[in-house]
């Protein structure tokens, strides 16, 4: 919630406001492997909509095309 009100309920990957707060979630940039450092480093989590969230999923789930996230 707290990265959702800092991000301006904005998707950072398509820019575009989402006041259904029920479609935002919280992202890891990177994936945290369950350390708690990263899992609650407020710069590595950004906020998205579940669009974007699911095609970001997919992706990293189709293999190692990109070795680092291309968000970099
Ligand atoms: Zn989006």
């Given at each position: 919630?707290?990265?959702?009100?800092?991000?301006?309920?904005?998707?950072?990957?398509?820019?575009?406001?989402?006041?259904?707060?029920?479609?935002?979630?919280?992202?890891?940039?990177?994936?945290?492997?369950?350390?708690?450092?990263?899992?609650?480093d407020?710069?590595n989590?950004?906020?998205?909509?579940?669009?974007?969230?699911?095609?970001?999923?997919?992706?990293?789930?189709?293999?190692?095309?990109?070795?680092?996230?291309?968000?970099?």
């Open positions: 919630m707290e990265v959702l009100t800092r991000d301006l309920f904005t998707c950072q990957m398509c820019t575009r406001s989402e006041y259904r707060t029920n479609l935002l979630v919280c992202d890891h940039i990177k994936p945290h492997r369950g350390d708690e450092t990263l899992f609650w407020m710069s989590l950004q906020c998205v909509c579940k669009s974007c969230h699911d095609k970001h999923k997919q992706r990293d789930e189709q293999g190692s095309l990109h070795m680092r996230g291309v968000w970099d």
